[in-house]
């Protein structure tokens, strides 16, 4: 099965990233791509941008890596209670080529912060809105606290009963 995963996160230590590739790692026999968002940065969103630009290349190419996979699993980063800005931006420009950005494809939504809402906000943002942006959604989890929950170093979930959740969501792709 071929998986694309990402944080939807710029950052270069993101923690959503480090959950996102320990989620994907969880699948057997999986052929895994670990997204990085920086390789699709475009210019902020407008209309007017739209109308001077066109459709950016990258916008298109990030679309063309979900059509090419068979599984997605991305793990959201909260800023402000919503979306980070370099995954909206992408998203945004996505979905003027094509609003249905998923594609039908079977998705996992996980989110975390170092907080104990663990990026629930953004979550609930993404899950709901998931099928209008034809997302097969097959199941959700937030992970509170990530320094507590997570093993930086050894790059994994420390807590029993949250990585059994996530086995048992990560497990509902295949
Ligand atoms: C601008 C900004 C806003 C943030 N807002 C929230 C928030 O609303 N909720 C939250 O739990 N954490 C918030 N945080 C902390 C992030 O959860 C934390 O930076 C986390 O590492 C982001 O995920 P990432 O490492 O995958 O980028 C915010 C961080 C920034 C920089």
Redesign the pocket.
Same mark, same amino acid.
């Given at each position: 099965m071929k998986v694309i995963a990402f944080?939807? !996160?710029? +950052?270069k230590?993101?923690?959503?990233?480090?959950?996102a590739t320990y989620a994907a790692g969880l699948l057997s026999d999986a052929d895994v791509e670990i997204l990085d968002l920086n390789d699709f940065e475009m210019p902020l969103f407008s209309e007017d941008k739209e109308k001077e630009l066109g459709h950016p290349e990258l916008a298109h190419a990030f679309l063309n890596k979900i059509g090419e996979s068979e599984a997605i699993i991305i793990?959201f980063?909260?800023?402000?209670? !919503?979306y +980070?800005a370099a995954y909206k931006n992408l998203f945004d420009w996505c979905s003027r080529i094509n609003l249905k950005v998923f594609q039908n494809k079977p998705v996992v939504m996980l989110a975390?912060?170092?907080?104990l809402?663990?990026?629930g906000?953004?979550l609930a943002a993404a899950t709901t809105s998931a099928p209008y942006f034809d997302a097969d959604l097959k199941g959700s989890l937030s992970i509170p606290s990530?320094y507590d929950n997570f093993d930086v170093e050894a790059g994994c979930l420390n807590d029993s009963v949250l990585s059994s959740q996530l086995v048992s969501v990560i497990n509902s792709l295949t």
């Amino acid at each position: 099965m071929k998986v694309i995963a990402f944080g939807a !996160s710029s +950052s270069k230590s993101s923690i959503n990233r480090k959950l996102a590739t320990y989620a994907a790692g969880l699948l057997s026999d999986a052929d895994v791509e670990i997204l990085d968002l920086n390789d699709f940065e475009m210019p902020l969103f407008s209309e007017d941008k739209e109308k001077e630009l066109g459709h950016p290349e990258l916008a298109h190419a990030f679309l063309n890596k979900i059509g090419e996979s068979e599984a997605i699993i991305i793990s959201f980063a909260e800023h402000n209670g !919503s979306y +980070s800005a370099a995954y909206k931006n992408l998203f945004d420009w996505c979905s003027r080529i094509n609003l249905k950005v998923f594609q039908n494809k079977p998705v996992v939504m996980l989110a975390t912060s170092p907080g104990l809402g663990g990026a629930g906000r953004v979550l609930a943002a993404a899950t709901t809105s998931a099928p209008y942006f034809d997302a097969d959604l097959k199941g959700s989890l937030s992970i509170p606290s990530f320094y507590d929950n997570f093993d930086v170093e050894a790059g994994c979930l420390n807590d029993s009963v949250l990585s059994s959740q996530l086995v048992s969501v990560i497990n509902s792709l295949t």
